[in-house]
């Protein structure tokens, strides 16, 4: 079990659907994380929010849209997506910086994402 | 590219044997982290090593690190079947925060 809870756990969705990711955690941690898994590839950064303020954005397509309405939530708005964007989707949250204050991430178990 | 490189890329060994798995990276650090991840799931911490460290132990597992070298193993010893999974050393990056970036991993099979 972890304590980021992700759901749903499965989405399939079609392409000029909107739908939405959440991601959830009562650690009291200050940095959430959205990645990207491909299937035999290792996860890519998509966003970072730290201090509930977008930090990082790895260029990601509009289509997928962060937020992060409170220091517990993270959201990932879902619109015009693409069979390619088919993955799962991991939520992370650490206590601060990783590199810089030694905090470890704490994934979630990701949602399984089908584009039809 | 400067995310940690884990080397090798698939690993292969009997249940009871012991798994080395090596990280190299390319700039200066404050501290190294390993993660796993089984089949199809998220990922879980396992250990990390800060700078100043030389060697840390977690149960069967024992990392090292080498600044000079810029290199940090895994030893997962006395192996099992559950260890089968996805191993990482992701590097952080730019001087932005929370970048911490994914290399491929070492995929371990552990037969039994």
């Known amino acids: 079990d972890t304590e980021v809870t992700q759901t749903p756990k499965h989405l399939v969705m079609g392409m000029t659907n909107k739908k939405s990711l959440k991601c959830e955690q009562h650690?009291?941690?200050?940095?959430m994380y959205w990645y990207k898994q491909k299937a035999k590839k290792p996860p890519e950064l998509m966003f970072v929010y730290s201090y509930e303020k977008l930090s990082i954005n790895e260029s990601v397509p509009s289509r997928f849209s962060p937020e992060c309405p409170n220091s517990s939530l993270l959201n990932l708005h879902l619109h015009a997506l693409q069979p390619e964007d088919s993955a799962l989707y991991l939520c992370a949250s650490s206590q601060d910086d990783p590199e810089r204050y030694n905090s470890p991430l704490h994934f979630g178990n990701g949602t399984r994402l089908t584009v039809t | 590219s400067q995310q940690g490189e884990e080397d090798p890329q698939a690993l292969s060994i009997q249940e009871g044997e012991n798994a080395t798995m090596n990280c190299s990276y390319k700039t200066s650090i404050n501290n190294l982290q390993w993660y796993r991840q089984n089949s199809g799931r998220g990922l879980v911490h396992l250990i990390l090593?800060?700078?100043?460290?030389r060697e840390k132990h977690s149960g069967r597992l024992r990392v090292t690190l080498d600044t000079s070298k810029k290199s940090s193993s895994l030893l997962i010893t006395a192996s099992r079947a559950a260890d089968t999974a996805s191993y990482f050393c992701p590097r952080g990056y730019g001087g932005s925060q929370g970048n911490l970036i994914f290399g491929k991993g070492t995929k371990l099979s552990v037969k039994p």
């Open positions: 650690m009291g941690h200050r940095a």
């Open positions: 090593i800060r700078s100043n460290e």
